[in-house]
């Protein structure tokens, strides 16, 4: 089965606003957990990371939620803008796994 | 400067033949990836090494062969191709191998098969 799953495949949003894209993944061994941006014809960058030691990380207008117990992990991007629409990859794996990929979750962000 | 360059960029060929899709990378890293995006799916890990290695292996297909020459490198040979291996190939690279390392991620080549 798929070990990390978006379950929403598209999110539309008025600027400005606060937005939630929602990952959840099966593997109770996993200890890295990340998202990436990728816009059409690019190649996926790497927006923000934690670690399973924390249960949140901020950096700028993205935070990302930890909750190991629901294997469930979140990123919420506020003040969001026109430049953030794209396709948000969330990821997860451990030590001796690879990186597992979610389907992706398409933003729009309507100015 | 590009820390991880793919090439070519655009790459067309003609069903039955063969391509290498080159991926260099220059971040110091020791573990390597390939990845595949067609159109309209998600991306699909294809390969991983580390230190010059297979580590992972998900691609049923024996028509795709990893080769690497050097550390730094890591080309993809795809033998017969056939139009269902369009995709864009994504080479990725990460400090060591395994889940916890973050995995950056080349420009891609964009491959059309006729």
């Known amino acids: 089965g798929q070990q990390v799953k978006q379950s929403s495949p598209s999110l539309t949003v008025q600027e400005g606003g606060i937005l939630i894209l929602n990952c959840d993944y099966e593997?109770?061994?996993?200890?890295?957990f990340a998202w990436y941006k990728k816009y059409p014809d690019n190649s996926p960058t790497l927006l923000i990371s934690?670690?399973?030691?924390?249960d949140k990380r901020e950096d700028g207008r993205f935070t990302v939620f930890l909750n190991k117990s629901g294997k469930h992990f979140s990123l919420h991007i506020t003040a969001s803008q026109p430049e953030d629409t794209a396709v948000y990859l969330c990821?997860?794996?451990?030590?001796?796994?690879?990186?597992?990929f979610g389907d992706g979750t398409q933003l729009v962000v309507k100015p | 400067d590009p820390k991880i360059i793919q090439k070519p960029k655009y790459l067309v060929a003609v069903t039955g033949s063969e391509k290498i899709l080159i991926c260099e990378q220059y971040?110091?890293?020791?573990?390597m990836y390939w990845y595949r995006q067609s159109a309209k799916k998600p991306l699909e890990f294809m390969f991983s090494y580390s230190y010059q290695k297979l580590m992972d292996n998900q691609t049923a297909s024996s028509r795709f062969q990893p080769q690497s020459s050097k550390k730094n490198h890591l080309d993809l040979q795809i033998t017969a191709l056939k139009p269902d291996d369009s995709a864009t190939y994504f080479c990725a690279s990460s400090q060591d191998h395994g889940g916890a390392y973050e995995q950056y991620f080349g420009p891609g080549t964009r491959l059309t098969v006729l």
């Open positions: 934690v670690r399973s030691n924390v």
């Open positions: 971040l110091g890293h020791n573990a």
């Open positions: 990821a997860a794996g451990g030590n001796n796994n690879r990186i597992f």
């Open positions: 593997n109770d061994m996993f200890d890295y």
